[in-house]
């Protein structure tokens, strides 16, 4: 019976081994991968050979080995997996023996053929990596070289110049040479006119654009300066120079289709002198702009960027006037691209700032619409605006960098590498990152996050207001609601972003150790706050009292409820408090609530008459209580004081919250019945009356 039951156990392996994908790896697949990159290596490192003096060439080439290297240690991962696979498919069958089932040896031949034919690939994998690698390290050297010397290697300095040129033989020969060059019939001089009759057309329509967009746009461009002030600026300035950038453009168009032909200059001193005085012009154009610009923009003003600038551009007119014309044509070109990056990123900034601050404090009337949409009230921000702040920020300021990278020297092949480092993430501690998912997921959590605040508005103004619910009920299910939402939002936010939740696991280890140390009193609010949610002792607007504090309950969190008091003041009350102490409402089950008026009359008077008097006047007032035989009205005598008898009036009101302005209204009253009917009043007690159980300042 044991000897089957083995039997068929190994049958059943077997066929579980079958049943799994294959572990071989395909024999054409791997051999045309091979032949493929093999030939892919050669070509590159031919060329290289070849073209060790170009750095264009070498720029291309180094992209092109660094996609050479992603394919090669793709295939170093797939072949490795493949054959811990079959190694793991090999041990899982056991030991050899000489008792094994046919089919369990032709599996295990099988698997260890295929095992051979992955370690096979993977040696032939890793010898192409190792001479990508090399070629990389080789075409880096080489491009530094090459870009030393470019860089650092002198031609005519200024003075160099300016001494040929005073031998006036030496401008008679670059004159002509010059004039040789451009006048030569390879220039194509009919297209230039073409070149003219485009930039004149594109003057045109971009004039006739300004006007009609002046004339037609006014109210736009108001309603544009009020939501943006940088947004208007920049498309007045637009509106302004749009002719002449769009008949440049235009220009540059006709330069493409219908090219000159120019042959290069040639070159001799003259031009070269030309070339110093246009370049040093051009540097001090710049540090004019700058030191304008450094007045307007504040970040060039406190970062001292515009200094850092300034010295670049000094150093690129010495490097001019020394010959090191391909250094200062680094710096210059450099500090350019610099500025029109920096600057084009700020608008990018600012001018969603002054939105997004416009949305939170409504400032044009579309804001104001959609903060009534999303149900906001006049100091609240706009839920999620931080996250989509911050996405903003990260995406711009990483694209700027790139580009500031890039146009200081960096290489594409590092820009490459860099790229696929972002996209593909890094490992710290465990938790892998990836850059473009989690601003993927912050952009995700900001638009669930404004979601949910208008999917909670309409829950509570069209929804349940249909239910039939009660009031604290409805609030209850938009508070949960909110809270639900926002912790769906983070979840997938946090799901876009890569974040693995088994990994969180971490994270709520450490929480337990915080909450065991020092956040009892936090996680006990956020208890008390969901048992407030749920039983609902105390709801938004009613009277109640707590400790020392006093008031209408406004908001009701999960961490703290906010209690304003009757001199407009907010007193914020965490939830345990409020669970674990004496809570007074005054509205719990309803608004009624009793008053009592003190009253106090001269000796002699007549006590029936009195209690007459107080009885209908009670009755008399419309917010009085009279049909319900438990609240009845009540008149008592209290006793006898050194001066008067004391009577009291008590009585219930149907709305609490008007308890001052009934109590007013009886003592009104009672003062003008008594003074028709000649009852007196002690002159002692013609103070002020203190209603009992009203603190002051209560409305």
């Known amino acids: 019976m044991r000897d089957y039951f083995h039997h068929y156990l190994l049958r059943f392996i077997l066929w579980l081994m079958c049943a799994l994908p294959g572990y071989a790896a395909d024999t054409l697949t791997a051999n045309a991968l091979l032949d493929d990159l093999r030939r892919q290596v050669d070509a590159a490192e031919q060329t290289f050979a070849q073209n060790k003096d170009d750095v264009t060439q070498l ?26 696979q079959a190694q793991q498919a090999i041990e899982s069958l056991g030991a050899a023996s000489s008792d094994d089932l046919p089919d369990i040896k032709n599996k295990r031949k099988e698997l260890e053929q295929s095992r051979q034919a992955a370690e096979k690939v993977l040696s032939q994998c890793r010898l192409f990596s190792l001479r990508i690698n090399t070629l990389l390290e080789e075409i880096s050297k080489s491009r530094q070289t090459l870009l030393h010397d470019q860089l650092l290697t002198p031609t005519h300095s200024i003075l160099s110049h300016l001494e040929a040129l005073l031998q006036p033989e030496v401008w008679k ?6 004039a040789n060059t451009l006048w030569q019939p390879e220039i194509a001089w009919l297209n230039l006119p073409i070149a003219l009759l485009y930039g004149v057309g594109g003057l045109v329509l971009g004039l006739f654009w300004r006007k009609r967009a002046r004339n037609t746009h006014q109210a736009r461009q108001l309603a544009l300066t009020t ?8 498309w007045r300035y637009g509106q302004q120079f749009m002719p002449y950038l769009l008949s440049l453009a235009c220009v540059l168009i006709a330069f493409q289709l219908h090219p000159l032909g120019i042959p290069p200059l040639p070159d001799n001193d003259l031009l070269g002198l030309a070339h110093i005085v246009g370049g040093t012009l051009l540097a001090l154009g710049l540090i004019r702009v700058l030191w304008l610009l450094s007045g307007r923009l504040a970040f060039l003003r406190y970062t001292r960027l515009y200094l850092l600038a300034v010295v670049a551009l000094l150093v690129a007119i010495g490097s001019l006037w020394l010959g090191y014309r391909n250094f200062a044509h680094l710096l210059i ?16 900034l600012q001018i969603p700032k002054e939105i997004f601050d416009g949305l939170d404090e409504g400032r044009a009337p579309w804001q104001q619409h959609i903060r009534q949409h999303l149900g906001l009230r006049t100091s609240q921000f706009v839920p999620g605006m931080v996250w989509l702040r911050l996405t903003l920020a990260l995406s711009i300021t990483g694209i700027s960098v790139l580009l500031l990278l890039r146009l200081w020297g960096m290489p594409e092949q590092y820009l490459t590498l860099l790229l696929n480092r972002l996209d593909s993430g890094f490992e710290i501690a465990g938790f892998k990152l990836e850059p473009l998912r989690i601003i993927g997921g912050l952009l995700v959590i900001a638009l669930l996050i404004s979601m949910t605040h208008v999917l909670k508005t309409h829950v509570a103004e069209n929804w349940l207001q249909r239910t039939g619910l009660s009031r604290g009920a409805q609030e209850t299910a938009t508070t949960v609601s909110g809270y639900i939402g926002i912790l769906l939002a983070i979840l997938l936010g946090l799901s876009v972003a890569g974040i693995e939740f088994k990994n969180l696991a971490i994270i709520a280890g450490a929480l337990s150790v915080g909450i065991g140390f020092g956040l009892q009193n936090i ?30 309950v406004r ?6 409820t906010t209690i304003q008091a009757f001199d407009h003041s907010d007193i914020i009350v965490p939830n345990s408090e409020i669970i674990s102490g004496q809570v007074t409402n005054m509205m719990l089950n309803d608004n009624v609530g009793r008053i009592i008026i003190p009253i106090s009359v001269a000796y002699g008077s007549d006590s029936e008459r009195v209690m007459h008097i107080l009885q209908a006047v009670a009755n008399a007032h419309p917010t009085v209580v009279k049909d319900d035989e438990s609240m009845r009205i009540n008149v008592l005598c209290r006793g006898f004081g050194e001066e008067s008898l004391k009577f009291e009036l008590r009585c219930f009101v149907r709305n609490i919250e008007a308890r001052t302005g009934v109590t007013s209204d009886l003592n009104l009253a009672i003062d003008k019945a008594f003074r028709q009917d000649g009852i007196d009043i002690p002159a002692s007690r013609l103070g002020l009356h203190r209603v009992a159980a009203i603190p002051d300042g209560v409305p």
């Open 59 to 84: 720029e291309r080439l180094a992209t092109a080995s660094t996609h050479l290297a992603q394919q090669a240690q793709t295939c170093l991962s797939d072949y490795t997996q493949n054959q811990t």
């Open 173 to 178: 020969l670059d004159i002509i040479n010059t």
């Open 227 to 234: 939501t943006s002030p940088t947004l208007g600026q920049t």
């Open 333 to 348: 070109s450099g500090v350019t691209g610099s500025l029109v990056v920096l600057l084009t990123a700020w608008l990018l």
């Open 523 to 552: 996680v006990n609010n956020f208890v008390s706050g969901l048992i407030l949610l749920f039983e609902r002792p105390i709801r938004k607007g009613d009277w109640i009292k707590v400790g020392n504090a006093e008031g209408y």
């Open 555 to 560: 908001d009701i969190s999960i961490r703290s």
